[in-house]
């Protein structure tokens, strides 16, 4: 059984509720006792660590939950089987964590993100040199700014992301949303596809924030300023920046990203060769992937172990690892 270790990780502005995953089987004799190491990324909404909307923290915002495991949760169990440990947080916000969903920027949302790989950086059993990061949905988008600029990052898997702009994908999930009638029993989902083009006027207007009735009378208040930075930092501009071994993962139904999303950041995306990043569609699922059957997980979990080889370390890094 893989060991679940509760962690309190400190941000600029509080701290984040976390779970390191640790595989029980002894790491290779070949990566001198270390494990290599994930960090997991939800996608947006309020969601908790294990990448299912936080029903804990907003109740009245989400339906009944299902029992199923989250997608993070599921990757997390999937990558300990194959000796690859992970860790995995609840947003700011969300579940355990401080702060405020609504108000959190897409730039702090970042900063969280190498807070938490610097809290692994600092675990003795993990190896600085063969770490990867598994970003779904906006968490895609989180993890390529994230591995622009950390160039210990050995390998990314974007589940779900966007290319285009915030703007793009909002408009066309609302529309698709409101097609199909997917998710708008959660009340928080239905408020933000029915002022969605007011949302982006507001944000791109540089207003502050922007109130939101909710189904039985309650009200939100989203700050505006995430908004507009997420429709001003387009994925797609990332890749151009990044040369890293990436994977990319979609579900055919998905209803908050577009396939042909994944399949532009494809076209744009190149590894280490130079081979256009490889995209897996998986049929008939969604963009938490919950259609997806066991084996799938495991697919997208082999393929990430894989790539997740040996990089060379800058001299902070190497410090650190000469200390441990």
Not at 115 to 133: Q, V, W
Not at 262 to 271: M, V
Not at 292 to 299: I, L, N, P, T, Y
């Amino acid at each position: 059984m893989a060991r679940a270790e509760e962690l309190s990780v400190r941000t600029s502005e509080g701290s984040l509720a976390a779970t390191l995953f640790l595989p029980d089987a002894p790491p290779p004799g070949d990566r001198s006792g270390r494990y290599p190491n994930v960090l997991l990324l939800p996608s947006w909404m309020p969601r908790d660590r294990d990448g299912s909307y936080d029903r804990i923290g907003h109740a009245t915002w989400f339906g009944a939950d299902e029992g199923r495991l989250g997608l993070l949760a599921r990757l997390a169990a999937a990558l300990a089987d194959r000796g690859v440990a992970s860790l995995r947080a609840d947003p700011r916000g969300c579940g355990r964590s401080d702060g405020a969903w609504e108000t959190v920027s897409l730039f702090t949302k970042v900063d969280d993100a190498r807070d938490l790989l610097a809290a692994m950086r600092g675990r003795a059993e993990l190896d600085l040199r063969r770490s990867g990061i598994v970003g779904h949905g906006e968490g895609a988008g989180i993890a390529l700014a994230v591995a622009i600029g950390d160039p210990a990052i050995s390998a990314l898997t974007l589940i779900g992301a966007s290319a285009r702009s915030w703007r793009d994908t909002l408009r066309r999930g609302a529309a698709e949303r409101a097609r199909r009638g997917d998710e708008h029993a959660h009340p928080i989902v239905a408020a933000i596809d029915r002022w969605s083009e007011d949302l982006i006027e507001r944000a791109e207007r540089g207003e502050a924030a922007m109130t939101l009735p909710l189904r039985g009378g309650e009200r939100v208040t989203l700050a505006l300023a995430p908004v507009e930075q997420a429709i001003r930092t387009p994925p797609l501009a990332l890749a151009t920046m990044l040369r890293r071994s990436v994977a990319l993962v979609h579900g055919s139904r998905d209803a908050w990203s577009d396939p042909g999303e994944s399949r532009l950041l494809a076209a744009r995306l190149r590894n280490d060769v130079d081979q256009t990043a490889p995209l897996r569609v998986i049929d008939a699922a969604g963009h938490d992937l919950a259609e997806a059957d066991d084996a799938s997980v495991a697919e997208i979990a082999d393929d990430l172990a894989a790539r997740l080889l040996p990089r060379d370390l800058p001299p902070v890094l190497l410090a650190i690892e000469e200390m441990g």
